[in-house]
C-alpha cells in the first residue's frame, strides 16, 4: 500500500471536551458542540476528496501532526479517526493499531495532517 496522506485545514476540536448538554426529542443527551461539528465537516469533505477507491481494510499505522492555534488545546485526535472513517478513507477506526501524534503549534494556520501506512508485522 502506497502511503495516504492529507491535510485538514482547520482547527481539531478535541472528542472528549467539545460535548453539550441538549434535550432530543425530550430526551437529555450529550451531543457535539459547534466546534466540533464544524471540523467534522470540513475535516470529511476535504478527507473525501483524497479518498482511496475503496476503504482500507487492513492494520494500519497513522502519524499525526495536529497544528493548534494556541497553547489551551489538550491533544486529542480521536474526531480525526471518526473522520477517516465517515469519509470512506478506513473502514474502521479500530484498524488503526498503530499510532504517532505529535502536537504543533500554529496560530496562523491550524491543521491536521495524517500519513496512514500499512502496518506489517
Given at each position: 500500500m502506497t502511503p495516504w496522506t492529507c491535510i485538514v485545514y482547520a482547527e481539531c476540536a478535541s472528542k472528549a471536551n467539545s460535548r453539550?448538554?441538549?434535550l432530543v426529542r425530550g430526551k437529555?443527551?450529550?451531543?457535539?458542540?459547534?466546534?466540533?461539528?464544524a471540523f467534522e465537516k470540513a475535516a470529511v469533505a476535504m478527507m473525501w476528496?483524497?479518498?482511496?477507491?475503496?476503504?482500507?481494510?487492513?492494520?494500519?499505522k497513522v502519524?499525526?501532526?495536529?497544528?493548534?492555534?494556541?497553547?489551551r488545546?489538550?491533544?486529542?485526535?480521536?474526531?480525526?479517526?471518526?473522520?477517516l472513517q465517515k469519509a470512506g478513507v478506513i473502514a474502521n477506526d479500530r484498524l488503526l493499531k498503530e499510532q504517532h501524534?505529535?502536537?504543533?503549534?500554529?496560530?496562523?494556520q491550524p491543521r491536521v495532517e495524517i500519513t496512514l501506512e500499512e502496518l506489517v508485522a
Open positions: 453539550k448538554f441538549a437529555p443527551m450529550f451531543i457535539k458542540a459547534e466546534k466540533a461539528l476528496l483524497k479518498r482511496p477507491a475503496a476503504p482500507f481494510d487492513c492494520d494500519l502519524t499525526c501532526r495536529i497544528y493548534y492555534p494556541t497553547r488545546n489538550d491533544l486529542d485526535p480521536s474526531l480525526c479517526w471518526d473522520c501524534i505529535h502536537w504543533g503549534l500554529d496560530p496562523a
